[in-house]
C-alpha cells in the first residue's frame, strides 16, 4: 500500500496546458482502470474531477482530461485558469477492496 | 442534495481512543460502500477504511488495521470509525466519503473532522 508518486509542484500561466503525472504499479494504476483524480481548495473537502481514468462527471469543465499508459496515469488542464490553482491527487483502486492516492500536486497558475 | 456531517473529533492522548461518527442524509444510505479518508497537516490524502452496504465487509489501510474499526448503523444513516491505540501520526482531518453506486471513486466528502493525538 505505498502512495502513488506524483510531483510535488506544477505551474502554468493562464490559457497554458498542464499536465500532472501519477506513477503505481501493475497492482493499481496498471491494473486497473479506475484511476480518480480529485481537486482540493485549501481547507476545503476534496472534489472527483476525473474517474474510471478518463471520464469526467458532470459539471466539470471539459478543459480537464484524464489517461494512462501502463502503470502511470495524467491529468491535464488546458486552457488554464486562475480558480484551477489547488492540490491535485490521484487514487487508484488497488484490489481487494483497497484504495490508494498519491502523494498530491499544488498547481500554481502564474 | 448528499449531506455527509462528521463529529466526534477532537484532542485525545497517545494511546487512546476516540470515535468519529459521518451523519448522512439525502441517499438511500445502506445502497452504497462508505469509506475514511485521512490527511494529516499539511500532507496528502490517505485511504483508511470502506465498509459495504450491510457493513459485512470491511477492509483496512496496513497502517490502521488491528487499531481502526470501521461500521455503521443504516437505522440511523451513520457511518462510524472507532479508533484506539492512537498514535501521534494519526493526527489529521478524518473526512467520510460516499463510493459511487456503480464504480470505484467517491463522489460525495464530508467537510472533515479533526483528531490531534498529543499528550
Known amino acids: 500500500q505505498s502512495a502513488l508518486t506524483q510531483p510535488r509542484s506544477v505551474s502554468g500561466s493562464p490559457g497554458q496546458s498542464v499536465a500532472i503525472s501519477c506513477t503505481g504499479t501493475s497492482s493499481d494504476v496498471g491494473g486497473y482502470n479506475y484511476v480518480s483524480w480529485y481537486q482540493q481548495d485549501p481547507g476545503k473537502a476534496p472534489k472527483v474531477v476525473i474517474f474510471d481514468v478518463s471520464k469526467r462527471p458532470s459539471g466539470v469543465p471539459d478543459r480537464f482530461s484524464g489517461s494512462k499508459s501502463g502503470n502511470t496515469a495524467s491529468l491535464t488542464i488546458s486552457g488554464l485558469q486562475a480558480e484551477d490553482e489547488a492540490d491535485y491527487y490521484c487514487c487508484s483502486y488497488a484490489g481487494s477492496n483497497t484504495w490508494v492516492f498519491g502523494g498530491g500536486t499544488k498547481l500554481t497558475v502564474l | 442534495e448528499v449531506q455527509l456531517v462528521e463529529s466526534g473529533g477532537g484532542l485525545v492522548q497517545p494511546g487512546g481512543s476516540l470515535r468519529l461518527s459521518c451523519a448522512a442524509s439525502?441517499?438511500?444510505?445502506?445502497?452504497?460502500?462508505m469509506h475514511w479518508v485521512r490527511q494529516a497537516p499539511g500532507k496528502g490524502l490517505v485511504w483508511v477504511s470502506r465498509i459495504d452496504g450491510d457493513g459485512g465487509s470491511t477492509t483496512y489501510a496496513d497502517s490502521v488495521k488491528g487499531r481502526f474499526t470501521i461500521s455503521r448503523d443504516n437505522a440511523k444513516n451513520t457511518l462510524y470509525l472507532q479508533v484506539n491505540s492512537l498514535r501521534a501520526e494519526d493526527t489529521a482531518v478524518y473526512y467520510c466519503a460516499k463510493q459511487v453506486g456503480s464504480g470505484y471513486f467517491f463522489d460525495h466528502w464530508g467537510q472533515g473532522a479533526l483528531v490531534t493525538v498529543s499528550s
Open positions: 439525502g441517499l438511500t444510505f445502506s445502497k452504497y460502500w
